[in-house]
């Protein structure tokens, strides 16, 4: 069966995200209650993806378990690296980072207050700290279709280094406006490289203005406001089976047309899908 | 490793494994074996969460000092927060990274299987067992007097708490050290009690072991293939089992616990024997 095979720090898997970072993103994020721009949105998105998956490899003190790498890409004021190791040359494609690299790589921690059941009855306040690793940016165009591209040469070149691993991940996150053509091919191309264990995963993450209902895995686009979100539902993978059944567990109503996309939502979720051991269902 | 106390006597082996492209340090199962008191317990750290090998340790110690006297949900809170402030004193010891203290808070996490075994009340009568078990960790009986084939009437015959290979996953309830988390897990608690006879055999086993047991060996009454291993010299032959079935994908790749318990004989006019109060079904 594809995408079952073990994560294990033999066989790692990879994250690649696709940040928009074009001047559109400084239009309002259309979620209700929340004063921000698009581009906080993606950035909050993207730390709340690597603070994720951070957790998951994270086994005590000094022992981070690199059962994924992670790379970043902005596409706005070009195509550039976000992540970035002291090592990593102008020329050079954007490296993907071993989690256990990814903590030198914090810019600053904010505190983030967080309400919790005390298991007695009561309800307790935590301040954590929630790293940033990413930070609003927002300028030009949206070359999204060069965006895929370079994702494709970073993917083509781990699939090469790890034909039986788990087959990567790559998350886009934008306001779906691409200002140098139709992503639809880049993003086939993409989809199409595989590992022995299946086809990369393409998921998209649509910021919008609009103040629509946030969506998170549908399967279909009927509910989606404009050509924008259509034509991203339309990029996306469709969840295979084992994340169809995790996505079950986690409380979302999911079938074998469902698609990794969301409106107005992040995908922070499928970080959870991952197995990467055993995922006791009490915990959150 | 043999035992008697209370005129329970008892041949019991226990084997480990840390999971292939682990070093033993990272093995995250626990076990307690004390054939003195009749208590075996195998428990098993979630690999997911933080700490999770000295969780299952002290879940598993928990067990073997006993078991709360009520079954109610308060009842069980109390019993096990002796093991949550050790364990939260044990991980605080040392300053911790920022990237630790949000896995601190959200716990470490162990499914248990603990088996208590009481002595027959006359020589060659039969003696009584009790379980209780959080998530995936199994208990098998196999009863000596049938030739090495599950007990039929014993509900740990195929497996208990879980009985169906498909019942397998990655998702099981597993006790917490924060107290938070174990609220959906008391009405899950699974009991239940038996009996024995001289020459029965119970194996007690963490998730991959038991789901390999319940699929190759219960169906066909396969034991044979375990039993070696009781009188085994030392665990080569369990490890060139294990090795055999991860080459052939029969056995999952994970911590591996095996608890095997012969009950050799029961004599005993000391203690009456009586039916095991396992004191779970919190509600």
Known sequence: ?284 | MDGAATGLVTHSRLFTLPKAGKTEAEYEDAAVVDDATGIYVVADGASDSVFAGLWAQLVAQRFADGLPAASDAQSWRDWLQPAQTAWQTTVHADPLPWYVEPKIRQGAFATCVALILRPAATPGGLGHWGVVAVGDSCLFQISGAHNGTPASRSPAAGGFPISNPAEFGTNPLALCSNPEYNEVVWPHLAHTSGTWQPGDLFILASDAMAHWIMQELVPVGAWDRLLPLLDAADDTAFRALVAAEWDNGLLRNDDLTLLMIRVVSAEDTAVPSQPVTTAAGAS
């Open chain 1, 1 to 284: 069966m594809p995408y079952s095979t073990q994560i294990t720090r033999q066989d790692p898997t990879c994250f690649l995200l696709l940040i928009d970072q074009s001047e559109s993103m400084l239009d309002p994020f259309g979620v209700a209650h929340v004063q921000k721009t698009k581009a906080e949105g993606a950035a909050d998105a993207v730390n709340r993806v690597l603070e994720n998956l951070l957790l998951r490899c994270t086994k005590g003190p000094n022992d981070i378990r690199d059962y994924f790498y992670v790379g970043a890409v902005g596409y706005g004021p070009g195509v550039v690296p976000v992540l970035t190791t002291p090592d990593q040359e102008p020329d050079e494609l954007p490296r993907l980072i071993p989690m256990s690299q990814l903590p030198d790589l914090v810019i600053k921690l904010e505190v983030r207050r967080k309400q919790q059941l005390d298991g007695a009855g009561g309800i307790l306040t935590v301040e954590e700290p929630f790293p940033i690793y990413v930070e609003p940016v927002a300028a030009n165009g949206t070359p999204m279709c060069q965006a895929l591209q370079v994702g494709y040469e970073i993917i083509e070149a781990w699939c090469k280094d790890h034909p039986n691993s788990f087959p990567p991940t790559v998350i886009n996150i934008t306001d779906g406006e691409a200002s140098d053509g139709s992503p639809l091919i880049s993003a086939q191309a993409l989809r199409g490289l595989a590992t022995n264990d299946g086809n990369t995963l393409l998921f998209n993450c649509h910021l919008s203005s609009n103040p629509a209902p946030a969506i998170i895995f549908s399967d279909t686009d009927q509910y989606l406001v404009d050509d924008y979100a259509r034509q991203l539902f339309m990029m996306s993978s469709i969840l295979p089976e084992s994340f169809q059944q995790a996505a079950a567990t986690q409380g979302y109503r999911v079938n074998n047309r469902t698609r990794g996309f969301a409106f107005n939502a992040d995908l922070v979720d499928l970080v959870k899908f991952l197995d990467v051991g055993t995922r006791p269902a009490n915990m959150r």
